[in-house]
């Protein structure tokens, strides 16, 4: 995986107001700690933020430019946490953290279902995910876009596992093995379809409410270096 470079702005205020301004400006508030380093307050281009990081690569390396800090060949900056508008989904604050590209991390992967399921295709059941990420130990530049859960051959009743998934050099699954990703179920009936819709539409209206509250960066101190993970509630407000 390569890294991307995004140049950041240093910034000397903080809280609501400054980060309220700087927003309107078109910029984003955030901060950037990890591996030991003082957390340094920081400010992005919205527009350049969003060039790097979709969303559907979360797990982007950034080559974080940060006025004042020299670059190092074997660190690199990862976004850690973002959060967004409930309604706009526009980024409001960043966490990005320091990883060095010599330690393995762990992350969560997306899964992507590939292959064909007679169980599906001839006798109409549908694909059940158990899992629609998995966690697995890499290297920073060894982090797999997607996982691949193939389910060519599969019939009714059949589960695919973690251990079922493929091996990928470089990259290990810390998840249990026997733990299932995805099974094939019976065909459901428009009563059970309307109710899984539903019970999806209800999920989506509580994503939406979470997380509406910023929580000031001041207010928290990241974990010391060497915990085993770090504080994944600090904001870049």
Same mark, same amino acid.
């Given at each position: 995986?390569?890294?991307?470079?995004?140049?950041?702005?240093?910034?000397?205020?903080?809280?609501?107001?400054?980060?309220?301004?700087?927003?309107?400006?078109?910029?984003?508030?955030?901060?950037?700690?990890?591996?030991?380093?003082?957390?340094?307050?920081?400010?992005?281009?919205?527009?350049?933020?969003?060039?790097?990081?979709?969303?559907?690569?979360?797990?982007?390396?950034?080559?974080?430019?940060?006025?004042?800090?020299?670059?190092?060949?074997?660190?690199?900056?990862?976004?850690?946490?973002?959060?967004?508008?409930?309604?706009?989904?526009?980024?409001?604050?960043?966490?990005?953290?320091?990883?060095?590209?010599?330690?393995?991390?762990?992350?969560?992967?997306?899964?992507?279902?590939?292959?064909?399921?007679?169980?599906?295709?001839?006798?109409?059941?549908?694909?059940?995910?158990?899992?629609?990420?998995?966690?697995?130990?890499?290297?920073?530049?060894?982090?797999?876009?997607?996982?691949?859960?193939?389910?060519?051959?599969?019939?009714?009743?059949?589960?695919?596992?973690?251990?079922?998934?493929?091996?990928?050099?470089?990259?290990?699954?810390?998840?249990?093995?026997?733990?299932?990703?995805?099974?094939?179920?019976?065909?459901?009936?428009? =009563?059970?379809? &309307?109710?899984?819709? @539903? %019970?999806?539409?209800? #999920?989506?209206?509580?994503?939406? $409410?979470? *997380? !509406?509250?910023?929580? =000031?960066?001041? &207010?928290?101190?990241? @974990? %010391?270096?060497?915990? #085993?993970?770090?504080?994944?509630? $600090?904001? *870049? !407000?």
């Amino acid at each position: 995986m390569e890294l991307v470079p995004l140049k950041v702005d240093s910034r000397e205020e903080t809280g609501k107001g400054p980060a309220a301004r700087l927003r309107a400006a078109g910029s984003i508030p955030g901060v950037v700690y990890g591996m030991g380093r003082e957390t340094v307050h920081l400010s992005v281009s919205r527009a350049e933020f969003e060039r790097v990081y979709s969303g559907s690569d979360a797990n982007v390396l950034i080559e974080l430019d940060v006025p004042g800090q020299e670059s190092e060949s074997a660190v690199a900056a990862m976004v850690k946490a973002l959060q967004r508008d409930p309604v706009t989904k526009a980024p409001l604050a960043i966490d990005f953290q320091w990883v060095s590209l010599t330690q393995q991390i762990e992350v969560d992967i997306p899964i992507e279902v590939v292959g064909n399921a007679p169980g599906v295709d001839d006798d109409g059941g549908v694909v059940q995910v158990q899992l629609h990420n998995v966690s697995v130990s890499c290297l920073p530049t060894a982090i797999p876009e997607h996982i691949e859960a193939n389910i060519d051959g599969m019939t009714i009743g059949d589960a695919l596992f973690i251990a079922d998934l493929p091996q990928i050099e470089g990259v290990s699954y810390t998840s249990e093995s026997d733990e299932a990703v995805l099974t094939i179920a019976p065909p459901i009936s428009e =009563e059970q379809l &309307e109710t899984h819709i @539903e %019970e999806e539409a209800l #999920e989506a209206l509580v994503d939406v $409410e979470v *997380g !509406e509250e910023i929580v =000031e960066a001041e &207010e928290l101190t990241p @974990e %010391e270096p060497g915990e #085993e993970e770090e504080a994944s509630g $600090e904001s *870049g !407000e």
